[in-house]
């Protein structure tokens, strides 16, 4: 497994903190964007992604753990601005499992920083439920469950495993949204130019009694928008 660390984001979206990108392999097939309508796929972003591991860019796992570890304590940091979570090879047969060996390695090096990520592994899966509520159960990196639809995203809070976010349509409102009653906040980097990541740090609360919603964006945003409106 292949990391690529950047020690400060060019992204004004994000802000100038540490973000990382992981190879492509480490997507779950469950992942209804893969291969499709992933922002990530496109544009400079994505012929950085292509390149990592296989184009001889980043470091393996242990080394990338290594430097998230030499971080300063409390740094704000996005692990995978493309990828998620490492695929266990071993046990990844029909259902997409996560490495419970490398995702300790990784919260237990960065148990001092204040750092965040998503995944779209299926957490229906026992296995990948457990690896998941271990991680948030550790403080310093929070995981964010993924969700696709208002639907699967307060399916996904009723479990109490960790924070969740959800993709909606690029039209949507900027307030009131809710999924069965949880409020939705919808990401204040996209809803105000003097907002970023490094400011913001919301998806990086673990306890947070609200679901980040993310407006579809990227060049296929607008293609995703119009299938998560007739969703």
Same mark, same amino acid.
């Given at each position: 497994?292949?990391?690529?660390? %950047? $020690?400060?984001?060019?992204?004004?979206?994000?802000?100038?903190? /540490?973000?990382? %990108?992981?190879?492509t392999?480490?997507? /779950?097939?469950?992942? /209804?964007?893969? *291969? %499709?309508?992933?922002?990530?796929?496109?544009?400079?972003?994505?012929?950085?992604?292509? =390149?990592?591991?296989?184009?001889?860019?980043g *470091?393996?796992?242990?080394?990338?753990?290594?430097?998230?570890?030499?971080?300063?304590?409390? #740094?704000?940091?996005?692990?995978?601005?493309?990828? *998620?979570?490492?695929?266990?090879?071993?046990?990844?047969?029909?259902?997409?499992?996560?490495?419970?060996?490398?995702?300790?390695?990784? &919260?237990?090096?960065?148990?001092?920083t204040?750092?965040? @990520?998503? @995944?779209?592994?299926?957490?229906?899966?026992?296995?990948?439920?457990?690896?998941? =509520?271990?991680?948030? &159960?550790?403080?310093?990196?929070t995981?964010?469950?993924?969700?696709?639809?208002?639907?699967?995203?307060?399916?996904?809070?009723?479990?109490?495993?960790g /924070?969740?976010? !959800?993709?909606?349509? *690029?039209? &949507?409102?900027?307030?009131?949204?809710?999924?069965d009653? !949880?409020?939705?906040?919808?990401?204040?980097?996209? @809803?105000?130019?003097?907002?970023?990541?490094?400011?913001c740090?919301?998806? #990086?609360?673990?306890?947070?009694?609200?679901?980040?919603?993310?407006?579809?964006?990227?060049?296929?945003? =607008?293609?995703?928008?119009?299938?998560? $409106?007739?969703?």
């Amino acid at each position: 497994m292949w990391v690529s660390l %950047t $020690a400060k984001s060019g992204n004004r979206k994000v802000g100038a903190i /540490p973000v990382s %990108t992981t190879e492509t392999a480490s997507c /779950p097939s469950s992942c /209804p964007m893969k *291969d %499709t309508d992933c922002y990530a796929r496109f544009g400079p972003l994505g012929m950085h992604w292509r =390149k990592v591991g296989e184009g001889g860019r980043g *470091d393996n796992w242990s080394a990338f753990c290594r430097r998230v570890a030499s971080f300063l304590v409390g #740094q704000l940091w996005r692990h995978n601005q493309a990828g *998620d979570l490492p695929k266990d090879a071993n046990l990844s047969d029909s259902t997409d499992r996560l490495d419970a060996a490398k995702c300790r390695e990784l &919260s237990e090096a960065s148990e001092h920083t204040k750092g965040w @990520t998503y @995944t779209h592994y299926d957490v229906s899966d026992s296995h990948n439920r457990d690896v998941v =509520k271990r991680m948030n &159960s550790m403080p310093g990196l929070t995981v964010n469950l993924s969700a696709d639809s208002l639907e699967e995203a307060a399916e996904l809070f009723a479990l109490g495993i960790g /924070p969740v976010c !959800v993709t909606i349509p *690029d039209n &949507s409102p900027t307030r009131g949204n809710m999924a069965d009653g !949880v409020p939705i906040v919808v990401c204040p980097a996209q @809803t105000q130019d003097s907002i970023s990541c490094e400011q913001c740090g919301l998806c #990086q609360v673990k306890e947070r009694k609200s679901i980040v919603g993310f407006m579809a964006h990227g060049i296929a945003g =607008k293609r995703l928008s119009k299938k998560l $409106a007739a969703a």
